[in-house]
């Protein structure tokens, strides 16, 4: 396999500004690319969303174009040296890019070695499905299906029980047991800082943070970086 890909999951890590807890992990998976194609369409604002982009592309040395300016957007993404998918409501997301008829290119696209990289929905892109999202259903896409980049589930911004809280709703974890009651795919629960970086078999889990993850009728796991996943997921 040669995919290539950054999957953070979070754009902004409190204290530092946007991306910039990645930018050591964008610049090494970028090494040798001059632009980046941005998909900005989990936010309504796509104009003010590709201007924020362009600016931390810049401090790494890129240069950003964003597809809801491209004229033909199926195009753009075929000449793409490589695309970052930012955050926002993946539902919004995964509609848009149905409508545009793009996910089966981008999906060859990285099959062929183009470095795809995703904060948040991003990151919930790369997945088989968008099912373990955090996002409310705003808009309804045709499918919940989404690249298959993975085979394996993300939940970004995973969030442990606070100690000593008097919530009594569902926790994060509860809510991936649920999923796991319909479904086999395992879940890699990002907290904030954590990445993933996927080169061809090899699945890095580095960044600030570290993960959960969960498998069906198994107990969960914790692993910190840096450590390679892949096994633990027990597939690719």
Same mark, same amino acid.
């Given at each position: 396999?040669? =995919? =290539?890909?950054?999957?953070?999951?979070?754009?902004?890590?409190?204290?530092?500004?946007?991306?910039?807890?990645?930018?050591?992990?964008?610049?090494?998976?970028?090494?040798?690319?001059?632009?980046?194609?941005?998909?900005?369409?989990?936010?309504?604002?796509?104009?003010?969303? @590709?201007?924020?982009?362009?600016?931390?592309?810049?401090?790494?040395?890129?240069?950003?174009?964003?597809?809801?300016?491209?004229?033909?957007? *199926?195009?753009?993404?075929?000449? @793409?040296?490589?695309?970052?998918?930012?955050?926002?409501?993946?539902? *919004?997301?995964?509609?848009?890019?149905?409508?545009?008829?793009?996910?089966?290119?981008?999906? *060859?696209?990285?099959?062929?070695?183009?470095?795809?990289?995703?904060?948040?929905?991003?990151?919930?892109?790369?997945?088989?499905?968008? =099912?373990?999202?955090?996002?409310?259903?705003?808009?309804?896409?045709?499918?919940?299906?989404?690249?298959?980049?993975?085979?394996?589930?993300?939940?970004?911004?995973?969030?442990?029980?606070?100690?000593?809280?008097?919530?009594?709703?569902?926790?994060?974890?509860? =809510?991936?047991?649920?999923?796991?009651?319909?479904?086999?795919?395992? $879940?890699?629960?990002?907290?904030?800082? @954590?990445?993933?970086?996927?080169?061809?078999?090899?699945?890095?889990?580095?960044?600030?943070?570290?993960?959960?993850?969960?498998? *069906?009728?198994?107990?969960?796991?914790?692993?910190?970086? $840096?450590?390679?996943?892949?096994?633990?997921?027990?597939?690719?």
């Amino acid at each position: 396999m040669t =995919r =290539r890909l950054v999957l953070i999951s979070t754009s902004t890590v409190f204290g530092t500004r946007y991306l910039e807890h990645a930018f050591p992990e964008l610049r090494d998976a970028l090494s040798g690319v001059s632009r980046v194609l941005f998909i900005p369409h989990a936010l309504r604002d796509r104009h003010g969303y @590709a201007a924020k982009a362009r600016a931390a592309f810049e401090e790494i040395g890129l240069s950003l174009d964003s597809l809801h300016e491209a004229p033909d957007p *199926r195009r753009a993404v075929g000449e @793409a040296e490589a695309v970052f998918c930012g955050g926002g409501n993946t539902f *919004r997301l995964l509609k848009a890019l149905y409508e545009m008829d793009v996910l089966p290119l981008i999906r *060859r696209r990285v099959a062929e070695g183009m470095v795809y990289a995703g904060a948040s929905a991003g990151s919930n892109l790369a997945c088989p499905t968008i =099912r373990t999202t955090n996002d409310m259903p705003i808009v309804q896409p045709p499918s919940f299906d989404a690249l298959s980049l993975v085979s394996f589930q993300i939940n970004p911004h995973y969030l442990d029980p606070v100690p000593g809280s008097t919530h009594m709703g569902e926790t994060r974890e509860t =809510r991936i047991l649920e999923f796991h009651e319909e479904n086999e795919t395992p $879940v890699v629960g990002l907290r904030e800082g @954590a990445i993933l970086r996927v080169e061809g078999e090899s699945i890095l889990l580095k960044g600030l943070a570290g993960a959960r993850i969960l498998r *069906r009728g198994r107990e969960p796991v914790e692993v910190t970086p $840096v450590v390679e996943i892949g096994p633990l997921l027990g597939r690719a």
